[in-house]
């Protein structure tokens, strides 16, 4: 029995059954509450799209899910489940913050092309170590990426408190100062907290699209997650893949943990992140991990987080529901995408690329 994720692709059916299901139970729930379900979605929508303040609210939780969201993607279309991207993002943020704090007097294009390369720098490293632990060790790297996110938590919190804890009192919580003013991301809503975050975001769709559909590097990422064994007798370098697809999904959850603190929060605070990274994960299941995909998935989370926190501010409905709408969603899809009905790979007889049944041939197990 494997104990590998086989990520399959989602057809629209699956997915559109999955929302208008998880609508379903999701209003039956808040039925049972006493409210009326029609009346609580109609503000949820509208308090994620109907003015200017809703918009601004929606894109600026879109804006990080961009981000995690490709990440996750692009590890999935390599072969990699990396459950570490809320990890990677935190660590991102760390050293962003680090670097926005500290250096002073720097132009503002310099300090923030700096934090953002440690940032990326510190993602990447992250990310590396469950990819050695993979081809190396053999260890899964859901377990090891699963197990680094607490660790890598913890450590923010503690390096907060050691070393950058804010001298400013009127900061009661666990935070860092707020970062220098040229370190701070441009806001492209005045007054609202969208920012050119969105625009990077939105540039690394754009190069999730052309490193998978026009670069012969993300041809060997896509063949090297679809069928290992093919492509090592297509002399592909698959273990030196899945360390590349781990280093670059690393990179791009590190600078989305930057660009939330640079863009919006302006300051680390402990437990800074309402699971951007495995809503990132979500979305990039959601969206079979293409770029397309990935974008209105992130749209659709983004909209629901904006909603949910619209409802619980005029009504005494719970923000909470968004989690259900979502976690719905991805028990259904996740059937499919993980093949959690078929959990024992399938053996081969025969040439792996032709998968003929011939009698006499070495069976090769399919892993991916």
């Known amino acids: ?40 979605y109609y503000k949820l929508f509208k308090g994620a799209l109907g003015s200017k ?23 999935f279309r390599g072969g990699m489940f990396n459950m570490g991207v809320e ?70 919190n503690f390096i907060i408190q050691e070393y950058f804890l804010a001298t400013d009192s009127m900061v009661s919580t666990i935070a860092t100062n707020e970062i220098e003013a040229s370190a701070k991301l441009t806001s492209i809503m005045p007054p609202y907290s969208v920012n050119t975050g969105l625009i990077i975001g939105a540039f690394m769709i754009v190069l999730f699209y052309i490193l998978f559909n026009k670069s012969k590097l993300g041809y060997e990422f896509h063949i090297s997650g679809v069928n290992p064994q093919f492509a090592r007798y297509g002399g592909i370098q698959v273990d030196r ?8 999904s690393g990179c791009i959850a590190g600078l989305g943990g930057a660009v939330e603190i640079m863009g919006v929060q302006e ?34 989370f983004g909209t629901l987080k904006a909603g949910a926190l619209s409802i619980e501010r005029t009504t005494d409905v ?19 995408t993980l093949g959690l009905l078929d959990r024992i790979s399938f053996k081969w007889p025969g040439n792996p ?16």
Not at 96 to 123: D, R, Y
Request: proline share 3%; charged share 10%.
């Open 353 to 368: 690329m032709l998968r003929n049944k011939g009698k006499g041939t070495e069976e090769v197990k399919n892993v991916y």
């Open 53 to 75: 303040f809703a918009i601004a609210s929606t894109l600026r939780w879109i804006t990080p899910l961009l981000f995690t969201s490709v990440a996750s993607a692009i590890a």
């Open 267 to 300: 300051r680390l605070m402990a437990s800074f992140s309402p699971n951007f990274g495995f809503d990132g994960m979500l979305a990039a299941l959601l969206g079979n991990s293409t770029p397309l995909g990935v974008t209105l998935s992130s749209v659709f």
């Open 87 to 156: 990890g990677q993002l935190y660590i991102g943020a760390l050293a962003g913050t680090i670097v926005g704090v500290s250096c002073k007097g720097l132009p503002h294009l310099a300090h923030v092309a700096l934090c953002f390369l440690a940032a990326m720098a510190a993602g990447m490293f992250y990310a590396m170590i469950p990819a050695l632990m993979r081809v190396y060790l053999n260890a899964s790297e859901v377990v090891t990426t699963l197990m680094l996110n607490y660790m890598i938590i913890n450590l923010n």
């Open 241 to 248: 893949v899945r360390i590349g697809v781990m280093l670059i």
């Open 318 to 336: 719970s923000r909470a529901l968004a989690d259900v709408i979502k976690g719905i969603i991805i028990c259904f899809v996740s059937v499919r």
């Open 1 to 40: 029995m494997s104990l590998e994720f086989k990520l399959r692709p989602v057809n629209i059916k699956t997915i559109i059954s999955a929302i208008i299901i998880s609508f379903l139970v999701g209003g039956l729930i808040v039925l049972g509450s006493g409210y009326n379900p029609t009346e609580v």
